[in-house]
């Protein structure tokens, strides 16, 4: 699953469930571009059984005088279903984070979308499966960043 932060794992999810890409459009141009934004586009949690806050959020961010059809509030509905409980998930994992825990995978999506911006920037260089880092060790530096705490990584342990 993707972290709530990932641009490219909530478009990944969006089309896994069949989400067109005008409606995805419309949210990203609302600035709902990730699990974690969708997740707090209103103060009601999707377990609430009471849906109108999500409908008048979704109304005035996204809708440009036109109303969202039923098919669509339903693709909403599960995608902010599951970023709700993605992000709460991830909270709570936060704040039992354990430093002997082994790092969060870093979804598939997220690692593409990566390689190709690493390709884009480093113009020039070679940039294929013998050059690009391991995925434990991508997992372990972002890991450390998201910690803000460096660790030292042995150069016999960089290839895992």
Known sequence: MASMESVAGFEARASEIGMADTLMQRLTDAGIDTFGKLAYVCSVSPTSGDDRPLKDALQQLVVDGDQLTPQEL????????????????????????????TPKTIPLAERLVRVE???????????????EP????????????????????APKKTHF
């Open 74 to 101: 339903i693709l909403i509905r599960r995608l902010w279903f599951e970023s709700y409980t993605l992000t709460m998930t991830e909270i709570q994992n936060k704040m039992q984070k354990n430093p002997s825990d």
């Open 117 to 131: 911006e690493q390709r884009e920037r480093l113009k020039g260089l070679i940039y294929d499966q013998f050059v």
């Open 134 to 153: 391991a995925h434990a060790l991508t997992d372990k530096v972002r890991a450390m960043l998201e910690d803000g705490l460096v660790t030292y990584l």
